[in-house]
């Protein structure tokens, strides 16, 4: 899968708490190049609940499965992801435990950015850095004020 590929996806992708940062095509080449590929299994754990981990993925294809364990009722399945979505979107904004667990549906390909590769993405180009930092916390209060409905 290539970076345009993912870059299709993001943008095609019709979902209430999809990642939208204002990048204009040159803006989100630059961007693109800071993420990594990698490929996971069905049922392979990519982020785990309760593990200290700053980084940020983007479904290129496949599907992902959200749940949380713990509670009265055990594991409750939160979310299911489609190409184009972002997960693990507070490691941007401060050190602490992943809430949930994010599992591989089907085989999938996500594209990874580290705390480190972003850090020199703020280096380097502040003002993309900026709008990655408010489209992301775009779809964290999305997220956040949906899981509070959701209780209430």
């Known amino acids: 899968m290539s970076h345009e590929q993912l870059l299709h996806a ?8 999809a990642f ?3 990048l204009d095509a040159a803006q989100w080449r630059n961007f693109l190049q800071y993420l990594t590929a990698h490929h996971i299994r069905s049922g392979e ?18 599907s992902l499965q ?6 009265t009722a055990g594991a409750s399945r939160s979310a ?3 190409p184009g979505a972002m997960c693990g979107e507070p490691g941007l904004f401060a050190d602490g435990m992943r809430t949930a667990n994010v599992a591989a549906m089907t085989t999938s390909t996500v594209w990874a950015m580290r705390l480190p590769r972003f850090e020199e993405l703020c280096a380097r180009t502040p003002a993309i850095a900026l709008e990655i930092l408010r489209a992301a916390g775009s779809v964290m209060a999305l997220r956040m004020r949906a899981n509070i409905a959701q209780i209430a």
Not at 45 to 62: A, M, S
Not at 66 to 71: D, I, K, Q, R
């Open 10 to 17: 993001i943008q095609s992708l019709n979902a209430a708490d």
């Open 80 to 82: 299911i992801l489609r």
């Open 20 to 22: 939208r940062p204002r």
């Open 66 to 71: 959200v749940y949380a364990t713990g509670g």
């Open 45 to 62: 754990l990519l982020v785990k609940q309760g593990e200290l981990d700053r980084t940020v993925y983007f479904l290129g294809e496949g």
